[in-house]
């Protein structure tokens, strides 16, 4: 009973934190008509996408041991790749596909130098930070690349105020998350995946191929961070190789706020998508409150240093 | 010159339950050379942690030099005259030989380092011990393990230390290495400075030392001069303990060889191992710690790469040498460092337990929850461990119950040879015996178990063979009726023969 209730608490950390933000946006002035609306939440939502998939690859790396810091420069060279091929008059779902598959291809660099060369993914992500970014802006030749129009576009819009339908990218996060959250709890791959981060040496003496999955965590965590890509490309309606610069942060603060640990072999999704939510509300909350841009990253730097605290509190009290 | 440099009477250490020393003596006279011998856990360790400073006393008194000494850290210990060598050099391998002499202890001027008095210093404590040629801007990361060990003597040297207190400092040196460091001792035993010498190596110690004690169950069990102790009474003071009842003993009928290793050996330690084992034994290997035991089961199960010899499993098709192939051919391994490579200490009960077989718990990858738990839920309560359910974190449980669970893993795969490297290392009594039960059931059962144990009457007491291994090789096998414990440590201390 009592393990239950710990484990509940667990999880229900990063909950009442959300709850938290919410109820403390909800309360001023300023934001009171708007803030606990409807439609506002939809924008919230639909803020989430990028940083929500992209904190579901992130949750695998980190739960593996292991940190991905490439990922803003991924998303950024992916959707350009994305927009040059929209330009090409390629149809959506080749555009997805290639896209998606662009990201895997970047994950399964960065996995096999880390495991084959037996180096930390800490140099080799910033190593690699810096190639995605500087590719990114050779293909779009240092300038947005724009086309015509494309059924993309129309996955993260929330410009219609009359229409109460999420758009596609809120479901596509959703359905995923459920998806991955399944896959790591429920199987062979997900389980490895926590042995590796708990314990590398266990996971070796007990047979399992180490090298072989890491190199399957990092692809499989590229292709989710070519699909923020494609999320991206649908927000910005075009091809931006300077987009995302630094979002790798705002993803591993999600998943660290959702009570994962750099340590590696804890985490959790549906933590990780409440972290992810709790960036966009405070980032929501903050514009409406007027504050400027510099005080909402001092707010979410303070943020992640005090969940983080109170999680290694949580954490003493259990052993 | 006073009669004694250091006196230690009745001191007494416990931790928790554990009484590590129960009522230890020891004297030394200034310019003497004392070996201090015991087995593994005779609590030598614990004594030179007390009079380094480490750890306090309980009780007991110590006196240096006729005055009461109570150091209240490695630091205060230093500053009285007590300096020690660990087995473990403590250097920093990037900074220089001058640095690392220095370190802690550096000449400064308002707080700069003085580069012509640090040079004194270091050349004069280098120039006490022989060694002046030693290049002192050198990293000490490029020199050999002798003369690292060398830079740390130097470094104890500084403070003009009453009693320097070595600790194995043989056990990873050449045969020539070792005769240079004897003739540092000797020229550190004519300037007065007592030498304490902590050796499994018996022989090294009769070379080296003037007297001797004996610890064993962390008492003094006999000292004295040591030109008139032959080895073998050394060796039944360090022995010579009545043998409890502890081990069940089913008859065992070895049949078939099921697993053939011949000459195996691994970098850095294994050298040379041949072993045959077979189906309803329990193949036990002795020796010292860093005798190369732990080597040896791990080059067989593919963890370390075998640098010559081969390891064949009989019945299993050729594969390569790795865990995973060592696995399906049913073998199991159990760790002797349950929190740093047994176990994943954060993850449940039954994760851990099924950690080899998890593809096999389900279909298409996907594993069956219930199936998992029920799995490990049977293990828990036929082996009695104390948790609250399969669901439960293993750190949370205790030394034994861990361990109880390690072992089910390799019951659970099911493994038909069990490599157990220490298996009742730091458990309580009541999970020992349990241990010693399910061994021997496994092996009346038909498998084939090797373990390496450093207590010798769990050796003598489970094991149908008996092989011991010393410096990297294995030198014996025979069966166990043809061991005694004195004989054992003779061949593990290189001096049989």
């Not at chain 1, 009570?259 to 409440?274: D, E, K, R, Y």
């Amino acid at each position: 009973m009592k393990a239950v209730l710990k484990k509940s608490l667990a999880q229900g950390g990063p909950f009442l934190g959300l709850i938290l933000v919410i109820v403390l946006f909800s309360i001023p002035a300023e934001t009171r008509e708007f803030f606990l609306t409807y439609n506002n939440f939809k924008i919230i939502f639909t803020q989430t996408v990028i940083v929500a998939i992209g904190a579901l690859g992130m949750t695998m790396i980190i739960v593996s041991g292991g940190i991905d810091l490439s990922v803003g420069s991924s998303i950024a060279l992916t959707s350009v790749t994305g927009a040059m091929l929209i330009q090409r008059g390629w149809a959506p779902l080749p555009v997805v596909l290639a896209t998606v598959g662009a990201g895997a291809l970047i994950g399964l660099l960065n996995g096999a130098a880390i495991a084959g060369l037996r180096m930390t993914p800490f140099i080799i992500t910033l190593g690699s930070l810096g190639v995605a970014r500087g590719s990114a802006k050779w293909l779009a030749d240092n300038q947005t690349v724009n086309y015509d129009s494309s059924p993309i576009n129309g996955w993260m819009t929330t410009a219609d105020p009359f229409s109460r339908a999420l758009p596609t990218g809120v479901w596509v996060a959703l359905g995923l998350a459920m998806l991955t959250a399944l896959v790591l709890r429920n199987t062979v791959f997900g389980r490895h995946i926590f042995a590796l981060g708990s314990n590398e040496a266990t996971a070796r003496l007990c047979g399992i191929a180490t090298t072989r999955l890491k190199i399957s965590i990092y692809t499989l965590a590229g292709a989710f961070f070519g699909l923020a890509g494609l999320f991206q490309l649908s927000r910005l309606r075009q091809g931006d190789p300077t987009v995302a610069v630094g979002l790798e942060l705002d993803i591993i603060a999600s998943v660290i706020i959702g009570g994962a640990s750099l340590n590696g072999g804890v985490g959790t999704i549906l933590g990780s998508m409440i972290g992810a939510l709790i960036m966009a509300v405070l980032r929501n909350g903050s514009q409406q409150m007027g504050w400027p841009t510099y005080f909402q990253e001092i707010i979410i730097g303070l943020v992640i240093i005090v969940a983080v605290f109170l999680d290694r509190l949580r954490q003493g009290r259990q052993t | 010159m006073s009669a004694v440099r250091l006196r230690l009477d009745g001191i007494q250490k416990s931790f928790g339950a554990t009484r590590a020393l129960k009522r230890v003596s020891l004297e030394i006279a200034p310019g003497e050379v004392h070996a201090l011998i015991g087995e593994n856990g005779a609590g030598k360790s614990t004594l030179m942690k007390v009079l380094s400073g480490a750890h306090r006393a309980d009780a007991g008194t110590m006196q240096l030099s006729g005055v009461a000494y109570e150091p209240e850290n490695p630091h205060d210990a230093r500053l009285k005259g007590v300096a020690m060598i660990y087995q473990e050099l403590n250097l920093a391998l990037h900074l220089s030989a001058q640095e690392n002499i220095l370190l802690g202890a550096e000449s400064t001027r308002l707080g700069w380092v003085d580069g012509r008095s640090s040079r004194a210093r270091a050349q004069a404590a280098l120039a006490q011990l022989g060694h002046e040629g030693l290049d002192l801007d050198r990293a000490a990361g490029e020199f050999s393990i002798a003369e690292q060990q060398i830079i740390e003597i130097a470094r104890a040297l500084l403070i003009q230390p009453q009693v320097l207190i070595m600790d194995e400092p043989t056990s990873s040196l050449t045969q020539a290495d070792t005769a240079k460091l004897f003739a540092t001792i000797q020229r550190l035993r004519q300037q007065g400075v007592s030498v304490i010498y902590i050796s499994h190596f018996l022989e090294e110690c009769r070379q080296i030392a003037d007297r001797f004690t004996v610890l064993k169950d962390g008492e003094t069990v006999g000292s004295g001069l040591m030109a008139e102790a032959s080895l073998d009474h050394l060796v039944t003071l360090m022995t010579g303990r009545e043998v409890k009842d502890l081990y069940p003993r089913t008859a065992h009928a070895p049949g078939a060889v099921v697993l053939e290793v011949k000459s195996a050996a691994s970098e850095p330690r294994l050298k040379r191992a041949t072993l045959q084992i077979r189906a309803g034994e329990v193949f036990g290997l002795g020796g010292l710690i860093g005798a190369g035991r732990t080597d040896l089961l791990r080059a067989i199960f593919g963890l370390d790469e075998l640098a010559a010899g081969e390891v064949c499993v009989v019945g299993a098709p050729a594969s390569e040498n790795g865990p995973r192939e060592r696995w399906s051919q049913g073998i199991g391994f159990l760790s002797e460092n349950r929190k740093e490579e047994g176990l994943m200490l954060n993850q449940s009960i039954a994760d851990n337990l099924t950690l080899t077989k998890m593809n096999r718990l389900g279909r298409w990858g996907w594993i069956n929850g219930p199936r998992q738990r029920a799995v490990a839920q049977s293990w828990v309560e036929a082996l009695r461990v104390k948790c609250q359910d399969a669901g439960q974190t293993i750190g949370q449980l205790s030394g034994g119950n861990q361990q109880k669970v390690a072992l089910a893993r390799l019951l659970e795969h099911p493994a038909r040879i069990f490599l157990l490297d220490e298996p009742t290392r730091g458990i309580d009594v009541g999970s020992k015996a349990q241990i010693y039960q399910l061994v021997s059931e496994l092996a009346a059962a038909g498998k084939a178990v090797v373990v390496v144990s450093s207590y010798l009457p769990e050796l003598l007491g489970l094991c149908d063979t008996i092989g011991v291994m010393c410096r990297g090789e294995l030198l014996a096998v025979r069966p166990r009726g043809e061991w005694t414990e004195a004989e054992i440590m003779r061949v593990a201390t290189g001096s049989a023969g």
